[in-house]
């Protein structure tokens, strides 16, 4: 967890709109039957962009129950499903010293399961090698756009606008 600025997406930009919050939902799912152990994903958008409700899909079509904003807990993790997924929030972190106490170096990249970092922009926190998607209020729903970091991030970002 060095530097002081996330990793720029490279690559490939892929946009899918969403028109509704279930759509949203339908999101994750997708994200979910690509995704595999080890894998980092970036979450960045607006408070209400629908970062969560993505994140509810993905836990759920993996097999983790139900999800929550990690909000005030920071970190949210869902055992139970295919893959293990660590849902992260950095919203409310002020100062680069604060990450290691959420124990990161431990689950990114863990290959048990996922690691979702909500607010990924705010912290150079994720492998060079990511997904990171970003979802922007549109006119009546919202945007996701999809990029990639490297080759499994841009493989990923590829597959879930397909």
Request: proline residues 5%; glycine residues 12%.
């Amino acid at each position: 967890m060095s530097g002081s600025h996330p990793a720029s997406p490279s690559g490939k930009v892929s946009r899918v709109e969403l028109a509704n919050a279930a759509q949203t939902v339908r999101a994750g799912e997708r994200l979910a039957a690509i995704v595999r152990g080890g894998d980092a994903i970036a979450l960045i958008g607006d408070l209400g962009a629908g970062k969560t409700t993505l994140v509810t899909g993905l836990v759920a079509a993996l097999g983790g129950g139900t999800a929550a904003s990690p909000t005030f807990s920071l970190v949210n993790e869902y055992p139970a499903g295919r893959l293990v997924v660590w849902h992260v929030d950095l919203y409310r972190i002020e100062r680069a010293a604060e990450l290691v106490e959420l124990g990161l170096d431990d689950v990114i990249g863990d290959p048990r399961g996922i690691c979702v970092i909500e607010w990924a922009d705010r912290f150079a926190v994720l492998p060079p090698d990511h997904l990171r998607i970003d979802l922007t209020h549109a006119s009546g729903g919202r945007t996701l756009t999809a990029t990639g970091t490297g080759p499994r991030g841009q493989a990923l970002a590829e597959q879930l606008t397909a």
